[in-house]
Structures are given as structure tokens and as C-alpha cells.
């Protein structure tokens, strides 16, 4: 069994306590997202609008437990986002911060454009968000259709559509990936400015996890200055398609604890609402604690994996496709617990039942991850040694 | 012998030889039972055995009370299924139950990681029309269904052993990996010395020990 040292072990606890006060303001955050701008001050919020944001640009951080934690590894990730998933798993997600951009930060940009990210992100509450997915070809970045031209005077434009993107519709800063050129090196990343001219976007209203704000992006001749081309020091291949798998590897574990979370909420749910359990109940409640634990351990041996080899995201998958069957399967389990007409009479479990399904799709399905999954086990990736 | 040396050695050399060397490396000659008083292994351990694991203790064997109750078929030959109904003794030494399970569980899991490799091969040469079955999309993901239970499993089972409950719960989790990949071996799984015969052996192991889904320790 994998262990967390006292480091992560202190991340847990802190965040855990973090987490308490999430619960209080789930339910109105998923009645009105614009709850999260009176939650600033909240200390999940705070980590999260300072995570992913190097030592560099933030020497002096605040310590939790005398520890350092910028958010750079998958490892730490996963501990936060659990623990912080278990409070509100919309209040995660609906948090200012680098967020999914901060990875492609990190791996792309260079020393100016990492200078404009991080100073927007320090200098007050920000939002960003992380475009790749289109209305009519989902994430795959081989049909993309938003087209990235040069408009004739050293800069380029950016013309197309984006769907189910998180916090589009408050961000102020983004990423954007479109097409510079024909063929399979052809899908570039830029840094976006959502007060340019021609952006446009809007909330589409989902069945749970409101506090993402999914939204629809239009890219109408959007100013993009060239020096807002990521990876522009970059051979193609690594700043197109490369760099979006090694992103997704790095954070297809925090998405597994996320889920997890969400599992856990509705598990500790049970016991919290339900003080006395018949022998059977449990039983029973025993046994989907200990398939929490199992998931747990699979996420944290998949986030080590994807911290030592980046290009691995085999058993990530395996992690991520997993934890959201659990989420679901836990989420609805806790109904039984209560009795017909749970959902209408207990809110915040009805709310994670809601949560669970929306965690399917983040970062590829279900299907998807298995398919990733069995390539790393006909390639023999996937640590069965 | 811990668990992680268990599931190599199944994985590698199969049931009868790991069961063997489990035995063979338990810190006395005892016969392991189980909470019923359960117990299956290969026939020759069971000609030298001077303890018995009952009511959770070491006791001296009373070899009278030895019942046979029949054969676990393996493909390397049939193992002896022995119910042992002595009156518990003096209490003795704690058994080093969870011990047991965790190396049985090990054990196991290599026999299900073995049925992977064997799947895995098994649809690479067949073909439905010019494709492979291993390309089946439906196929690719039922594996990557059983590699990630495999995973999963070994991780808890990797260092510190999980308590005897934990324990309980992943032998079920091996159970139902191993009916999964059985499910994609069609009736070559289900043939007396094919693939499935493992299986059931192995089902049959856990039951001596652990019991079925619903029973309460």
C-alpha cells in the first residue's frame, strides 16, 4: 500500500479541514454560481487561486503545516483535489487560478509569457480557462476546426467555436487551441484575453457541478499578437500535439480525485446522516469504503507514475475511468441508505449524484480511458512486472 | 514468502508449486485452516503435519479428526480438500491469519494476471472477419476493465499487507476480474483443462478460506 510522508500527510489534514467549510456553501453555489465571489477568502479557494503558479513568481507563499505546496506535481494534486472535491466538487472547479491552463503553462510558455500569466493571476482573483474541445468534434484535436491566420500585419486571428469549456464565461485570461496549418502538427496553443474584441462566451446550463460554469466560446477574428503563440521557442511537434498529451497525462489524476472526493463526500454522507446503521447497512457501507480506499491507492500510484515519466498516462487512465464509475456507483448506492424519495429530501446528496455524472467526460470518457488503458497494457506500460 | 513474492511465483509457475512453497514456508508443519476448519492443498503437505490453525490459534493436530472432503482439480493435478473437526485445544500462538489471506491473495491475483497474458493471446490469434478480437474495441475495453482491477489490487497488496476485512474484500475483487476475463475466453474457458479450470480452483481456495459474499467473519 502507498503511503503519503508527513509533507502531503500535512496537505491532507489542512485541506480536509478546508473542506468543512465548502459544504456550507455547496448547495447555494450550485443554485447560483456567482456564489464563488463571496467565497474568495475562503482557504480552499485561496490555495487554489495560487496553485500551479511557481516558486519563482511567488517566493514568499504561505506555508500549511511549516510545507511549501505550489501544486507542480500530480502527487500534490490529487491530495488537494480529493479532500477539496469532498467539500464542494463545484467550488473546486469553479475557483480563479491557473487551473488545466497552468499545466500547458508550465510545459509551453516562455519567460515573457509566463511573466504576463502568472503577474494577471497575482494581481487579483483570476479565472482562466482551457479551450480545446468544439462543437462538432469534441476533444478530437485531429478534426479541430478554429483556425489560427495571420491578419496581414504581424499578428493573427482566431476564428471559431468551443463547447463545455469550464469558466469561459468568467475568465479573464485562457487557452486556446486551433489550427495554423493543415495536418497532424497543425494544432497550436495560444494565450487569449477574453476582453479582446470578438470573444464571446456563455454559460451552458448543466445538470451538476454549476459551479464549473461549462460555457460556450465564440471566436470571432479574435486579436491574438504573435508573441502569444505557445511554444513558440518550440519545434511543432512539441508545442501541438505533444504538449496536450503530456498535459492530460498530468492531470487526468487530479480528475480521478475529484471523483474520488465526490465519492467520499456521499460515503461520509451516509455515516453523518444515518447514526445508527443495521448490522447489514454496515456491512455494507464498510465494503464501499474500503472500494474508496482501493480507488485511492490506484490514483496515487497512477499520479507517481505520471510525476517520474510524463509520457506515461496509461495507468492514469486506468485511475481516471475507474474513479468516475465509482463516483457514480457510490453516489447512488448512499440513496439506499434513505429510503424512496432520498433525492427530493436530502439536497446535498442529490447535488453529488448530479456532480458524479458530470466527472464522465472530463479529460476523455470512460471508453476512451479504456482504450488508453489497453494500450498500455499491449505495450506494456502499465506496470504488471 | 510475502504476498507480492506469492503473486509472482503463481504468475510464473502457477497454483500447485506457490501453494506448495506457501506452505512450505509457514513457520511450522500445520494444516491452515480456515473459520470453518477448511483447508486445501496439495497431498503431499498434508503427510507431515503436526499443528493445526483452529478457533484462530496453533493446536496440536489430532489426525483423527481430519476429514476428507475431495479433490480441487489444476491443471498440475488434483489438490486435497480436508475439513479438520477437532475440539479446539488449549489456546496456542496466535495463527498468522492475515498473513495467510494476504499471500493467498497474492497467490491469486498472479494466477489472474496469468489469465490476462493467456487472454491477451488467446484474442491476438483469433479473428472475426480479417481483424484480430483483441482489436474489438468492446474487447479492448473489457481488458483495460480487468488490467485496472489487477492494478488496483496489487497496490494494496504491495508492502504493508491490508487488514484481514481489506484482505476479504479484494479476494472478492479477484473473483470477479477472473469472471471477467473469463468472459472473454467464450467456452474455451469453460473446458475441464482450459483456462477456467484455474479459475475454479482458485474460486474454490478462497472459499475454503474467506467463505462466499455474504458471510460474516
Keep these: ?385 | 514468502m510475502n504476498a507480492d513474492q506469492a503473486r509472482r511465483a503463481a504468475r510464473a509457475h502457477g497454483l500447485t508449486a506457490t501453494l506448495t512453497t506457501m506452505h512450505d514456508t509457514l513457520p511450522e508443519r500445520v494444516l491452515p485452516c480456515g473459520p470453518s476448519g477448511c483447508c486445501v492443498l496439495p497431498e503431499p503437505a498434508l503427510h507431515d503435519v503436526i499443528g493445526v490453525w483452529t478457533a484462530g490459534t496453533v493446536a496440536v493436530l489430532d489426525p483423527a479428526a481430519v476429514e476428507r472432503l475431495g479433490r480441487v482439480e489444476t491443471p498440475d493435478g488434483p489438490l486435497a480438500a480436508v475439513r479438520y473437526r477437532g475440539a479446539p485445544g488449549p489456546a496456542g500462538v496466535p495463527a498468522p491469519w492475515s498473513d495467510w489471506l494476504a499471500r493467498l491473495a497474492g497467490l491469486r491475483l498472479g494466477l489472474s494476471e496469468a489469465l490476462l497474458d493467456a487472454t491477451v493471446a488467446h484474442l491476438g490469434d483469433r479473428r472475426v472477419g480479417d481483424t484480430p478480437l483483441l482489436l474489438q474495441q468492446l474487447i479492448k475495453g473489457a481488458l483495460a476493465d480487468a488490467v485496472t482491477e489487477q492494478i488496483e489490487i496489487k497496490i494494496q497488496l504491495t508492502g504493508t499487507p491490508p487488514p484481514a476485512e481489506s484482505l476479504v474484500a479484494l479476494h472478492r475483487q479477484i473473483t470477479m476480474t477472473d469472471r471477467m476475463l473469463l468472459r472473454l475466453l467464450g467456452a474455451s474457458g469453460f473446458t475441464a483443462d482450459g483456462p477456467g479450470a484455474v479459475v475454479n480452483a482458485s474460486e474454490l481456495l478462497a472459499d475454503a478460506w474467506i467463505g462466499g459474499e455474504g458471510w460474516v467473519p
Design chain 1, 1 to 385: 500500500m502507498i503511503e503519503l510522508d508527513d509533507r502531503l500527510g500535512t496537505a491532507r489534514v489542512h485541506a480536509r479541514d478546508w473542506a468543512r467549510d465548502l459544504r456550507g456553501t455547496a448547495l447555494e453555489l450550485d443554485r447560483d454560481p456567482d456564489t464563488v465571489y463571496r467565497c474568495l477568502d475562503n482557504p480552499a479557494v485561496r490555495h487554489l487561486s495560487r496553485m500551479l503558479i511557481p516558486e519563482r513568481w511567488l517566493p514568499d507563499r504561505t506555508l500549511i503545516g511549516g510545507y511549501r505546496f505550489d501544486g507542480m506535481t500530480a502527487m500534490e494534486r490529487v491530495v488537494f483535489a480529493e479532500e477539496i472535491a469532498a467539500g464542494d466538487a463545484g467550488m473546486l472547479l469553479a475557483s480563479p487560478g491557473a487551473s488545466l491552463s497552468g499545466v500547458l503553462i508550465d510545459l509551453l510558455a516562455d519567460q515573457e509569457q509566463k511573466e504576463w500569466f502568472y503577474g494577471r493571476l497575482l494581481a487579483a482573483p483570476t479565472w482562466t480557462f482551457f479551450a480545446l474541445t468544439e462543437p462538432d468534434h469534441g476533444s478530437d484535436a485531429g478534426a479541430m476546426g478554429t483556425a489560427l491566420d495571420p491578419d496581414g500585419e504581424g499578428g493573427l486571428l482566431l476564428r471559431g467555436a468551443k463547447r463545455y469549456i469550464g469558466n469561459g464565461a468568467r475568465a479573464q485570461v485562457g487557452v486556446v487551441f486551433a489550427r495554423d496549418r493543415p495536418g497532424p502538427l497543425g494544432a497550436t496553443a495560444v494565450l487569449v484575453d477574453t476582453g479582446a474584441p470578438g470573444f464571446k462566451a456563455e454559460p451552458i446550463p448543466t445538470i451538476g457541478l454549476r459551479g464549473a460554469q461549462l460555457s460556450a466560446i465564440t471566436l470571432d477574428g479574435v486579436p491574438v499578437p504573435a508573441a502569444r503563440v505557445l511554444g513558440r521557442h518550440l519545434s511543432p511537434t512539441r508545442r501541438g500535439v505533444w504538449s496536450g498529451v503530456q498535459m492530460f497525462n498530468r492531470l487526468r489524476p487530479g480528475v480521478a480525485a475529484i471523483a474520488l472526493g465526490i465519492a467520499r463526500s456521499a460515503h461520509d454522507y451516509v455515516a453523518e446522516q444515518r447514526s445508527s446503521l443495521s448490522k447489514a447497512e454496515r456491512l455494507r457501507w464498510e465494503r464501499t469504503g474500503r472500494r474508496i480506499d482501493g480507488v485511492r491507492q490506484l490514483i496515487w500510484q497512477a499520479a507517481a507514475i505520471v510525476d517520474a515519466q510524463p509520457a506515461n498516462g496509461h495507468l492514469a487512465s486506468a485511475a481516471k475511468a475507474r474513479a468516475a464509475r465509482l463516483a457514480e456507483e457510490v453516489t447512488l448506492e448512499a440513496l439506499e441508505y434513505f429510503g424512496p424519495g432520498a433525492r427530493l429530501t436530502q439536497p446535498m446528496l442529490d447535488k453529488l449524484i448530479r456532480d458524479a455524472r458530470g466527472v464522465e467526460f472530463m479529460e476523455g470518457t470512460g471508453n476512451i480511458q479504456r482504450l488508453n488503458t489497453f494500450q498500455g497494457l499491449v505495450q506494456g506500460k502499465i506496470g504488471r512486472d
